[in-house]
């Protein structure tokens, strides 16, 4: 059987599915913590309960992922794991040159929404590399974020930070809270040669 993205295996492992939810759960609680950064009276304590409920999804996915055989992960096949470093390591390349360009130029309200931008990129190239199709509405969604955020920006006196915080926030919580449940009620994973 074969998946969309043409590979052997069509359901994802726990351990899969428990290092999904354990860094979408982190990077929730660091995308609230960012969205923190304007100080908007009354959404503060909303953004520590996302962070807090975020970190209880990375810890429980790490917890299933980390207790699952590493032989049963899709980046335990060398050439995946080399493609994910690739797409992370040009993600982060491509982040970091793009928020220096804006701070240079003045425009460093803008970073958080150039970062949202990219982080909602590298989801579209990670959804074959990881089997995971749930991937690619992330990324939409994420995307979608980073638009709503430059244009509130550039139209009202709300933070772009804070709109990027709490939608990218409330994307990843979601979808990590979702594999998290994936993985608590799918089987155990079978160590494989």
Same mark, same amino acid.
């Given at each position: 059987?074969?998946?969309?993205?043409?590979?052997?295996?069509?359901?994802?492992?726990?351990?899969?599915?428990?290092?999904?939810?354990?860094?979408?759960?982190?990077?929730?609680?660091?995308?609230?913590?960012?969205?923190?950064?304007?100080?908007?009276?009354?959404?503060?304590v909303? %953004?520590?309960?996302?962070? +807090?409920?975020?970190?209880? /999804? !990375? @810890?429980?996915?790490? =917890?299933? #992922? *980390?207790?699952?055989?590493?032989?049963?992960a899709?980046?335990?096949?060398?050439?995946?794991?080399?493609?994910?470093?690739?797409?992370?390591?040009?993600?982060?390349?491509?982040?970091g040159?793009?928020?220096?360009?804006?701070?240079?130029?003045?425009?460093?309200?803008?970073?958080?929404?150039?970062?949202?931008?990219?982080?909602?990129?590298?989801?579209?190239?990670?959804?074959?590399?990881?089997?995971?199709?749930? %991937?690619?509405?992330?990324? +939409?969604?994420?995307?979608? /974020? !980073? @638009?709503?955020?430059? =244009?509130? #920006? *550039?139209?009202?006196?709300?933070?772009?930070?804070?709109?990027t915080?709490?939608?990218?926030?409330?994307?990843?919580?979601?979808?990590?809270?979702?594999?998290?449940?994936?993985?608590?009620?799918?089987?155990?994973?079978?160590?494989?040669?």
């Amino acid at each position: 059987m074969t998946t969309t993205f043409g590979q052997s295996r069509s359901v994802r492992t726990r351990r899969d599915l428990g290092v999904t939810a354990l860094v979408e759960g982190f990077f929730a609680a660091a995308w609230f913590g960012w969205g923190q950064q304007a100080q908007v009276a009354g959404l503060e304590v909303w %953004l520590d309960i996302g962070s +807090v409920v975020a970190l209880l /999804v !990375a @810890v429980g996915g790490a =917890v299933i #992922g *980390l207790r699952s055989p590493a032989s049963t992960a899709v980046l335990h096949d060398r050439s995946a794991g080399r493609r994910y470093g690739i797409t992370v390591g040009i993600e982060f390349g491509v982040a970091g040159v793009g928020a220096w360009v804006l701070g240079a130029a003045g425009q460093a309200e803008f970073i958080p929404v150039w970062v949202c931008a990219i982080v909602g990129l590298h989801f579209f190239a990670l959804a074959p590399i990881l089997r995971d199709r749930t %991937l690619v509405p992330l990324g +939409v969604l994420t995307c979608a /974020v !980073a @638009v709503a955020a430059l =244009v509130v #920006g *550039l139209a009202t006196g709300l933070d772009a930070s804070t709109v990027t915080g709490v939608g990218t926030g409330c994307c990843l919580l979601a979808f990590g809270g979702y594999a998290l449940a994936r993985a608590v009620s799918s089987r155990p994973d079978r160590a494989t040669p």
